[in-house]
């Protein structure tokens, strides 16, 4: 819960609670907003709730998609652009992609590739997107335009994990259906064996 914070247009009229460096800010909705470098202007800001069916499911199976923010920098892109977004809602299973047409980035399996950080308290999250670089999957020189997808770390079956309370991971037991016949197995071949030598010493008697 980050009602702590000041609205999206507060924050946005005052970048530099959002952005370290000033910047030009765009509110997705009425809590959220994405704010980046000076230099540089931000439209078509959107955050909408989504499913892998969709937008898909990564590539790499890690992630199951919850929730897509959508967005368009156009400017003097020739460095690095810096985007902050928040606040989002982050849980421990919380990891971020960037989709680029069809191809996956995991931006939190490659945090220090993409410059990422992620503040959980507050729910900021920053990361680096450079012009035609990729992760910009627009064309067009001076235009940046990419969806980030905020998603939900699967479990080994596909689907997403839940959270404990409690911190620690749990431990699921007994969920087998198959029935073990090794120990009637055991039983039974060990009567047979003393039935064996019962009879080998009556015919020695």
Same mark, same amino acid.
């Given at each position: 819960d980050h009602r702590d914070l000041p609205s999206c247009p507060t924050r946005c009229a005052? #970048?530099?609670?959002v952005h370290p460096s000033g910047g030009a800010s765009a509110c997705m909705n009425? %809590? !959220?907003? &994405?704010?980046? #470098? +000076? *230099?540089v202007s931000i439209t078509n800001a959107s955050a909408k709730s989504v499913s892998s069916g969709t937008v898909g499911m990564p590539t790499d199976g =890690? *992630? =199951? @998609?919850?929730?897509? &923010? !959508?967005f368009t920098i156009e400017g003097n892109t020739s460095d690095?652009?810096?985007?902050? &977004?928040? @606040?989002?809602?982050?849980?421990?299973?919380?990891i971020f992609y960037k989709k680029v047409n069809s191809k996956w980035f995991n931006l939190s399996d490659n945090a220090g590739k993409y410059g990422l950080t992620v #503040? =959980?308290?507050?729910g $900021? $999250?920053?990361? %680096?997107?450079?012009?035609? *670089? /990729?992760?910009? !999957? %627009?064309s067009?020189? *001076?235009? $940046?335009? #990419? @969806?980030?997808i905020v998603a939900q770390k699967t479990t080994s079956n596909g689907t997403g994990s839940t959270s404990s309370s409690s911190g620690g991971g749990g431990c699921t037991i007994g969920?087998? +259906? /198959?029935?073990?016949f090794s120990l009637p197995l055991f039983l039974l071949l060990s009567l047979l064996y003393l039935f064996k030598r019962k009879n080998q010493a009556k015919r020695r008697a």
């Open positions: 005052s #970048d530099l609670s009425s %809590n !959220s907003c &994405i704010t980046v #470098d +000076n *230099g =890690k *992630g =199951k @998609p919850t929730k897509e &923010i !959508s690095v652009v810096n985007v902050t &977004i928040g @606040p989002l809602a982050i849980a421990n299973d919380t #503040d =959980k308290a507050t $900021i $999250i920053s990361f %680096n997107i450079k012009d035609n *670089g /990729e992760l910009d !999957s %627009n067009t020189q *001076g235009t $940046i335009s #990419d @969806p980030l969920t087998s +259906n /198959e029935i073990d």
